[in-house]
């Protein structure tokens, strides 16, 4: 028998071995790689789909002005407990980087403080519901910019789109009706 047969026979066996081994470890990794993101994507949109869900509610009952104190309450907590937002924002904790989870949950609580004004009934054109309104469209662009950068998708400034400010409040006649004093 010839050895050195066997062993170069072997040793090419044990090679091709590895190496199938080998590529399928990285193409495992690859569609766990994928698969993450794509899970981390879909959290990062029900997220703030649930949050604009929430927000058009909101606005909604700021805009009855025939609702009484009591009820405007219940429907304003009942808004976010029906959009599903408790429940995203959960798997928000748990798939999401530490920059996404800080900018969804200042987002999250700029959402709290419109639904505490708006149960306090406060409605559209009031002072209280600017006051809780901007800073939750600023917080919203903020999130949506952290996703972005986690993405590693291109930055987006209010510039883009004309803005001054991601806040709205350059673009609010109600705000800027205000600071025009009348």
């Known amino acids: 028998m010839d050895w050195g047969t066997l062993v170069a026979t072997v040793s090419g066996a044990v090679i091709a071995i590895s190496g199938t081994v080998l590529a399928d470890r990285v193409r495992a990794r690859d569609d766990d790689g994928r698969a993450r993101r794509e899970r981390r994507q879909d959290t990062y949109v029900a997220f703030i789909v649930a949050a604009g869900v929430c ?37 928000l904790f748990l798939d999401a980087s530490p920059p996404v989870v800080a900018a969804g949950q200042l987002m999250f609580e700029r959402l709290r403080e419109l639904r505490r004004c708006v149960a306090a009934g406060a409605g559209h054109a009031s002072p209280a519901f600017h006051d809780a309104y901007h800073p939750y469209l600023d917080a919203v662009w903020r999130y949506r910019a952290a996703v972005r950068a986690e993405l590693e998708a291109p930055g987006l400034a209010p510039v883009t789109f004309g803005w001054g400010s991601w806040d709205g409040t350059d673009r609010c006649p109600v705000c800027r009706q205000a600071l025009a004093g009348g």
């Open 55 to 91: 927000h058009t509610r909101l606005r909604q009952i700021a805009g009855d002005t025939s609702a009484l104190p009591a009820d405007r309450d219940a429907r304003s907590r009942t808004v976010l407990a029906d959009a599903g937002i408790y429940d995203v924002r959960e798997r």
